[in-house]
């Protein structure tokens, strides 16, 4: 078992150090931490805002950036709640499968989203889950080859793209929520009003928050990991255990910049946006927005997300992996010198941001059957 | 009424018409015969739709007094705005084809600025016509995605 970890991960770290990925891991940190800087943008629309891009590219080479944008996006949401108080982003092995496991696998997909679905939210979850299966039936029957609800259309024949629908029901939303609220991303932001002056952590400091990283970390890992659960979950549990394990006098300090408080929450959403690729690589299921939406993106390569994803393509599997380390190296590189610039970047406003993002969304869903027509 | 509820209300709708038209998927001769047809699965959905749907709209909501009304959840919300450029991405869609990649874009995002209230034409066309070009080059250019012309070019005899 370990010798086949281990070549994998060699085979991750040699797809992730060539020239092209290690520019696809970089750019796709910068654009990440930069999107997700943005107020009332969030790692699903970076990402969906990326894909068009990666079109071109090889399997390995897009889903690097694709990860490296999440990430990215996540770190950039971060440093977008912390300086200017708006979140950027809403959180802030199996190697014999038989039809029968895949069947109970995908018992599990669709059920685990009722799961986790919260009080009152089962009937919705389920609703939601059969619409999904309604539209899964538009297009040619694959047993019979009957068209069903296709209304004669030549491009309703395949089906609709997952890929489509969900950017249209995760990454759209968000841009027009910005738009149907117009308070919820004010028209710009003053970047001399954020006031930035000592970015760096103190040793004082770092004793203070060290012990709490460590905990969140595992912490918003394992809620990653959960499908269905995401990175908000991570974020708010970590604050909760943070805030239940404080000393009586640091509780109080809880949401007026604790910074055992802040560390926590920030460090259980980063990890849990990690977590959430475990259920995405091994099977298939993804286990936020996000990861939906890269879902789509292996489904337009021509690459079936599930539990042979590692033995057929063992080059994107452990590059996405081995290229998180590289990508996590390259954003506190990025991030810790760059904060007072990004920060100016906050200043587009939202007249002309609206129209990018929804130009982006366009675009791809317009490019989409052509390159997958073509794969 | 609760914004659930108008919800429900609406994938009820949604699943009768799912399952009328359900009934009209054809059938050959042969699979008529069968016990498990192409009609079979959205049977089911549709009926599982239904009485999902059903079961939302006459339970009692859960914490009622937590839940807004459907007034409330739409309280102040640009929908005139929203509703344009919906209909703007949809006339992008429609006439990129025609129009190309580079005029399409640039005519969609010019009108996008200018529905949310930007005048500034110089700002407009800036923005516009960088990211445009920019996109235009590194797509076919660099990561060599073939992007067709418009075919107004060729109508024209431009091409």
């Known amino acids: ?375 | 009424m609760a914004w659930e509820k108008v919800g429900a209300l609406v994938m009820l709708l949604f699943s009768i018409a799912y399952g009328l038209l359900a009934t009209k998927i054809p059938l050959s001769f042969l699979a008529q015969q069968e016990t498990f047809t192409s009609r079979t699965m959205p049977y089911a959905l549709a009926i599982m739709g239904g009485i999902l749907s059903f079961l939302m709209l006459v339970l009692p909501t859960v914490n009622p007094s937590g839940k807004k009304t459907l007034a409330q959840e739409t309280r102040g919300m640009e929908w005139s705005t929203a509703i344009l450029l919906v209909a703007m991405m949809l006339v992008y869609g429609l006439t990129m084809k025609w129009l190309g990649f580079i005029l399409a874009s640039i005519i969609f995002l010019l009108a996008g600025f200018y529905v949310l209230g930007e005048r500034r034409i110089q700002r407009m066309l800036f923005t516009a016509v960088l990211l445009v070009v920019g996109l235009w080059g590194i797509m076919s250019m660099l990561l060599g995605v073939y992007i067709a012309p418009g075919e107004i070019f060729y109508h024209l005899g431009i091409l």
């Open chain 1, 1 to 375: 078992m370990w010798e086949g970890m281990i070549n994998g991960m060699m085979t991750g770290i040699t797809t992730t150090m060539i020239p092209i990925n290690i520019a696809m891991v970089l750019f796709g940190c910068f654009a990440g931490s930069f999107i997700g800087m943005l107020p009332g943008l969030g790692p699903i629309t970076a990402v969906a805002l990326l894909i068009p891009v990666t079109y071109a590219l090889d399997p390995a080479s897009g889903m690097v950036l694709l990860a490296g944008v999440y990430y990215g996006a996540i770190f950039g949401g971060s440093t977008c709640s912390i300086l200017i108080n708006a979140p950027g982003e809403a959180a802030t092995v199996a190697t014999s499968f038989q039809s029968a496991d895949y069947f109970a696998l995908m018992i599990l997909g669709l059920t685990a989203v009722s799961a986790f679905a919260g009080h009152g939210g089962v009937l919705k979850a389920l609703l939601m889950v059969v619409l999904g299966l309604m539209l899964s039936t538009v297009g040619t029957d694959q047993t019979s080859g009957t068209q069903r609800f296709t209304f004669g259309s030549l491009e309703l024949l395949d089906g609709i793209e997952f890929l489509l629908l969900a950017m249209a029901t995760f990454a759209l939303t968000e841009a027009l929520f910005i738009i149907l609220n117009k308070d919820a991303a004010s028209d710009s932001f003053n970047p001399k009003s954020i006031g930035i002056s000592n970015l760096k952590v103190t040793k004082k400091e770092f004793k203070l928050i060290y012990p709490s990283i460590l905990r969140s970390s595992f912490l918003g890992f394992f809620i990653g990991v959960l499908p269905g659960a995401g990175a908000t979950l991570g974020s708010f549990m970590s604050y909760g255990m943070e805030r239940n394990l404080a000393p009586p006098e640091e509780q109080k300090k809880f949401g007026k910049g604790s910074l055992r408080g802040l560390a926590a929450p920030e460090t259980g959403n980063n990890a849990a946006s990690s977590g959430s690729f475990v259920p995405l690589l091994t099977l298939g299921i993804p286990g936020s927005g996000t990861t939906a939406v890269m879902l789509g993106a292996l489904i337009a390569y021509g690459i079936e997300p599930g539990p042979r994803m590692f033995i057929d393509r063992p080059d994107v599997f452990w590059a996405v992996i081995m290229s998180m380390y590289l990508g996590n190296v390259f954003l506190l590189i990025l991030n810790l010198p760059l904060i007072p610039y990004f920060a100016r970047l906050l200043a587009i406003p939202r007249n002309l941001m609206v129209p990018i993002i929804l130009f982006f969304h366009s675009w791809a869903s317009t490019l989409l059957p052509l390159t997958t027509s073509t794969s």
